[in-house]
Nanobody
Framework: QVQLVESGGGLVQPGGSLRLSCAAS????????MGWYRQAPGKQRELVAV???????NYAESVKGRFTISRDNAKNTVYLQMNSLKPEDTAVYYC????????????????WGQGTQVTVSS
């Protein structure tokens, strides 16, 4: 059973930066896809960015140019560098992973972390 542990959330002022990390444990195999979704209060969970082990990446339009996803495949770890943060980026950010391809729009991945809160406020 794969377990995902996120870290790096917190409170940041508008225009600031944060880096989220997510480490997967419980698998000796390379995980095919890892990434991030977020859910703001009163809203549905939405894609932020996902990355395959082969380097294919999907970003939400709202974060393109500001967020960067990266992976350490050998460690089954994924990162999300968030720059130029806006108040509308405030949400709980969830790490996700799967051994198989899934449609990022559907977000039906097999494994999910507990989430880490990101708050952008002055």
């Amino acid at each position: 059973q794969v377990q995902l542990v996120e870290s790096g959330g917190g409170l940041v002022q508008p225009g600031g930066s944060l880096r989220l990390s997510c480490a997967a444990s419980g698998s000796s195999f390379e995980i095919y896809v890892m990434g991030w979704y977020r859910q703001a209060p009163g809203k549905q969970r939405e894609l932020v960015a996902v990355s395959t082990s082969g380097g294919s990446i999907n970003y939400a339009e709202s974060v393109k140019g500001r967020f960067t996803i990266s992976r350490d495949n050998a460690k089954n770890t994924v990162y999300l560098q968030m720059n130029s943060l806006k108040p509308e980026d405030t949400a709980v950010y969830y790490c996700t992973a799967d051994f198989h391809y899934r449609n990022p729009a559907a977000g039906e991945y097999a494994y999910w972390g507990q989430g880490t809160q990101v708050t952008v406020s002055s």
